[in-house]
C-alpha cells in the first residue's frame, strides 16, 4: 500500500507557526518602545520641572540633601543625617521665600513678524506694573512649545535616523527621542533677562533674545515672570499668556555676483503679462484704425470721443528671464537635512539671482512643486524676492512622482526661459533626462546637486555637488556660465 508523503512541518518546536512567533515579537517590541517612550518622557518632565523650580545651586542643595538622607538611615554609624537636616532646612527656607506673592504686572510682547533662522533675534516687551509696591528682583523669559514627540512619532519606524542605528539603539530609543528633540525643537531663548526695579504705575521696556533654529512658523507660547528666593536656591515662575507667531525665513549664505547666461528672448505680452495665461503684447499707443486690424484692439472710449474708429498698438518685448529650479521631492527614506540645505541654497540664490543683471526689466522665475507645480515671478511690477523667501519657509517635501509634473511644466516653457539653474537633490535617470531636454532646445541650463553627508559629489563635470556638511562654502565658490 503507498503512503502518502508527508510535507516537513513548518512550525516551532513548541507548535508555535512562525508567522504568529513573529507577530508577537513584533508586538512584544512595540510594548517595550512604548515603555522606553514612557520612561524618557517621565525623565524629561522631572528634569524641565527641576530645572523651574531649581537655580544651579539649589539642584546641588537638593542632590546633597538625597544623599545624605540616603546614607543617614543609621544615626549611630554616621553624621549624614546632621548634613541632611541642614540642606532640609535649607531648601525649606527656600520654600518659604518663594510664597510671596507676584506682583501683578501686564506684559505686551511686540514679536518680530519675521526673523531668520541661525540669526539671534531681538524683539522688545513693555511691562506695567499695576500693583501697590515696589516689584524688584524679577526676571522675564520666553517659554516655547513642548518639543517632546508623541507616542505614535516615536514608534514611527519611517524616521531616516533609524537605519543608522544598530538594533539595541532601535530598542531602547533613546538616540531616536534626541534625533525627533532636535527635528522639533525650532528655536533656542536666550536666559531669561532681569527685570529693573519697577516702582508702582511705572513701566519699563525690557529686550529679549531668541534664536531661530528652523525655518517656518514659531509660535512663541508664553512669558513667563520669574523670581528667586533670597537664599537663591528655589525660584517661582508665572506665566502669563501671551501667544504670537514669527514666520523664519531659511538660512542664507553667501553668494558672489552671479551673471547667468543667456540671452533676451520674446516675451509675448511684456512684464505686465509675465505671470499671466494669454498671448497679448505691450500697450504702445492709440492710432487710427486701418483696414484688417482686428476687432478686438478696438478701443472703445476712443472711438466714442473722436467719431472715428482707433485701435490700441502694441509691441512684443525682448527681456531676460531666468529660472531657479527647486527640487522638492525627495526618494523615500532620505534624510531631511538634504532637503533643507536645497531650501537654504535656492533661498541663497534668489538674491543674486533677482539683481537683473541683464536689465531692468529681466524677470526671475522660481519653479517648484508645493501641491503641484508653482511658478512664481519676482520683477518690476510682480512679486519681490522677499515674498519669494517666505515661500520657501514654508515649503515642505512632496512625494517622489510630483517631480514628473514638475519636469513637464519646465518643458513646456523652456523656450521662454533665458537660462535655468537647477538646485536638484539627486542626480538619478529622471533628473538627468530633464536636463538633457533642457539642453536639446537650446536653454543653458547650470545643474546644482545637494549630496548626502556620505554621498560622493556627481561625476558628471556640468553638474557642481554641494556637500550638506559646508554648503556655505560651496556656494561661495559657485559660479555659472
Known amino acids: 500500500m503507498q503512503q502518502r508523503a508527508t510535507e516537513p512541518a513548518t512550525s516551532t518546536p513548541a507548535g ?3 508567522a504568529r512567533r513573529h507577530g508577537l515579537a513584533a508586538r512584544a517590541g512595540r510594548w517595550l518602545k512604548a515603555w522606553s517612550w514612557l520612561n524618557l518622557r517621565l525623565a524629561s518632565s522631572t528634569q524641565e520641572w527641576l530645572r523651574r523650580h531649581f537655580t544651579p545651586a539649589g539642584q546641588g542643595v537638593l542632590a546633597a540633601t538625597l544623599a545624605a538622607g540616603l546614607f543617614g538611615l543609621d544615626t549611630r554609624l554616621t553624621a549624614a543625617h546632621q548634613v541632611f537636616a541642614f540642606g532640609l532646612a535649607l531648601l525649606a527656607i527656600a520654600w518659604l521665600g518663594t510664597r ?3 506682583p501683578p504686572l501686564a506684559l505686551r510682547r511686540r514679536a518680530p513678524s519675521r526673523a531668520a533662522a541661525g540669526q539671534p533675534c531681538r524683539y522688545r516687551v513693555e511691562v506695567q506694573h499695576a500693583g501697590r509696591r515696589p516689584a524688584r528682583g524679577l526676571t522675564l523669559h520666553e517659554r516655547l512649545p513642548d518639543p517632546r514627540p508623541g507616542l505614535a512619532t516615536f514608534l514611527d519606524r519611517r524616521a531616516p535616523v533609524e537605519a543608522t542605528l544598530n538594533p539595541f539603539e532601535r530598542l531602547l ?7 525627533l528633540l532636535q527635528q522639533a525643537r525650532r528655536a533656542e531663548a536666550a536666559p531669561p533677562a532681569a527685570l529693573p526695579l519697577l516702582s508702582p504705575g511705572s513701566s519699563a521696556v525690557l529686550e529679549l533674545t531668541l534664536t531661530p533654529t528652523r525655518r517656518g512658523w514659531l509660535s512663541l507660547d508664553a512669558l513667563v515672570l520669574g523670581r528667586e528666593d533670597p537664599l537663591g536656591l528655589m525660584r517661582r515662575e508665572r506665566r502669563v499668556a501671551g501667544e504670537a507667531r514669527c514666520l523664519v525665513l531659511p538660512v542664507r549664505h553667501p553668494v558672489p555676483a552671479l551673471r547667468p ?3 533676451r528672448r520674446l516675451q509675448p505680452g511684456g512684464v505686465e503679462q509675465a505671470s499671466r495665461v494669454g498671448d497679448s503684447q505691450e500697450f504702445m499707443g492709440l492710432r487710427d484704425y486701418l483696414p484688417g486690424d482686428s476687432p478686438r484692439h478696438i478701443h472703445w472710449a476712443a472711438w466714442a470721443r473722436c467719431g472715428e474708429p482707433v485701435v490700441k498698438e502694441y509691441r512684443d518685448e525682448f527681456f531676460s528671464r531666468q529660472a531657479l529650479v527647486l527640487d522638492t521631492c525627495p526618494a523615500a527614506g532620505d534624510d531631511p537635512g538634504r532637503f533643507e540645505a536645497a531650501v537654504s541654497a535656492a533661498a541663497s540664490l534668489i538674491a543674486p539671482l533677482g539683481e537683473r543683471p541683464n536689465g531692468p526689466d529681466g524677470l526671475l522665475d522660481l519653479v517648484l512643486c508645493a501641491d503641484g507645480p508653482r511658478i512664481l515671478t519676482a520683477g518690476r511690477g510682480l512679486m519681490s524676492t522677499a515674498a519669494m523667501l517666505e515661500v520657501l519657509a514654508c515649503v515642505a517635501p512632496q512625494p517622489p512622482a510630483a517631480f514628473a509634473a514638475l519636469a513637464e511644466t519646465l518643458t513646456v516653457r523652456a523656450t521662454r526661459q533665458s537660462a535655468c ?10 533628473r538627468r533626462a530633464l536636463v538633457e531636454q533642457l539642453r536639446r532646445v537650446g536653454l543653458p541650463v547650470t545643474v546644482v546637486v545637494v549630496d548626502g553627508a556620505d554621498e560622493p559629489e556627481p561625476d558628471d563635470g556640468e553638474v557642481i555637488g554641494l556637500d550638506v556638511r559646508d554648503l556655505a562654502s560651496g556656494l561661495g565658490r559657485l559660479s555659472l556660465g
Not at 539653474?421 to 529622471?430: F, I, M, N, Q, T
Request: with cysteine.
Open 421 to 430: 539653474l537647477c538646485v536638484l537633490l539627486g542626480w538619478d535617470a529622471e
Open 16 to 18: 508555535r507557526p512562525p
Open 261 to 263: 547666461p543667456g540671452r
Open 100 to 102: 510671596a506673592p507676584m
Open 173 to 179: 530609543g533613546y538616540p531616536r527621542w534626541e534625533w
